[in-house]
């Protein structure tokens, strides 16, 4: 019996070290009666302008929204090759995610000169959230962000446009130094 407490004490003690703020102990005693649990259901009239079935509410018509860093901008600029857009969207909408570059247009086609690629995502579970990776090329990429909630029998698009500056540039920001408040100089 005191080696089961020993490897328990072990086990405990190395989860303490990987997670501080998520262990804690307890003695645990087994409940004499079982606990019954009930599940209640809330539907929305129709009249309500907001979506009840999450912790995530709408508004009557709006269907996905683009939240992180992302979030009301129109337009970011990153150094980064790959940047993930996530969002939240009501449960059962199609979502697919259009990345090319060249000129802006509403329904983009893959030509010689507009590198394009298609993210199709799985249909919104019950979380109401969806995320994808998308991989970006240097300088301008514009994100059609296309979707459709078969429910209500609503589509629509959003866009974005994301410019991935060059190493160049990420190098030459670097050779920055402040030489006070005001003034910048190189270190060149």
Do not use: W
């Not at 802006?104 to 394009?116: F, I, M, R």
């Amino acid at each position: 019996m005191s080696k089961i407490k020993y490897l328990i004490s072990i086990a405990v003690l190395g989860c303490t070290f990987l997670a501080p703020n998520a262990v804690y102990g307890a003695e645990i005693k087994p409940e004499k009666k079982p606990v019954q649990t009930k599940t209640v259901q809330t539907v929305a009239k129709e009249e309500t302008p907001t979506s009840t079935s999450s912790a995530i509410t709408f508004e009557k018509d709006e269907y996905v929204r683009i939240t992180q860093s992302l979030a009301g901008k129109e337009e970011i600029q990153t150094f980064d090759s790959q940047i993930n857009i996530m969002g939240e969207a009501r449960t059962g909408t199609a979502i697919e995610i259009i990345v090319y570059t060249g000129d802006k247009v509403d329904n983009p086609k893959a030509t010689d000169t507009n590198n394009y690629k298609t993210y199709t995502l799985k249909e919104v579970g019950a979380t109401m959230l969806f995320s994808q990776l998308i991989d970006l090329k240097e300088d301008q990429n514009n994100v059609v962000i296309s979707y459709s909630y078969p429910a209500d029998e609503k589509t629509g698009k959003i866009y974005l446009t994301i410019i991935r500056k060059t190493e160049k540039e990420k190098e030459q920001i670097k050779s920055f130094i402040v030489d006070d408040a005001t003034l910048l100089r190189s270190k060149r």
